[in-house]
């Protein structure tokens, strides 16, 4: 069964970076396409970034386009979201998301099945 743990979060002032880990395991070297979404007190859960297998194919939110860069280490089974000049409205908690397939992407939480326990990030002006 496929495990997803975040790591990576933090309370930070505006205009700081962060990166977000999520390791993979249970299913060592399969071919997930991942992504990354987060939610906000008394928001729905809304998409952030995603990836396919083994890379190629990326697709970014608006509100984070060429602020945060998502990537894997297919060897490592970790996912990534590095995240700069953050600001307020980033403050949510982010998960991690997976999917079995390869050269396959999306930015629908439903079409993922597998889901860490979340992260919190906390962004002050």
């Known amino acids: 069964q496929v495990q997803l743990v975040e790591s990576g979060g933090g309370s930070v002032q505006a205009g700081v970076s962060l990166t977000l880990s999520c390791v993979v395991s249970?299913?060592?070297?399969?071919?997930?396409?991942m992504g990354w979404f987060r939610q906000a007190p008394g928001k729905e859960r809304e998409f952030v970034a995603a990836?396919?297998?083994?890379?190629?194919?990326?697709r970014y939110a608006a509100s984070v386009k060429g602020r945060f860069t998502i990537t894997r280490d297919n060897v490592k089974d970790t996912l990534y979201l590095e995240m700069n000049n953050l600001k307020p409205e980033d403050t949510a908690v982010y998960y991690c998301?997976?999917?079995?397939?390869?050269?396959?992407?999306?930015?629908?939480?439903?079409?993922?099945?597998?889901w860490g326990q979340g992260t919190q990030v906390t962004v002050s002006s």
């Open positions: 998301a997976a999917r079995p397939g390869s050269h396959w992407i999306s930015d629908t939480a439903a079409d993922f099945g597998s």
């Open positions: 249970g299913t060592p070297h399969s071919q997930f396409a």
């Open positions: 990836i396919s297998w083994p890379g190629a194919n990326l």
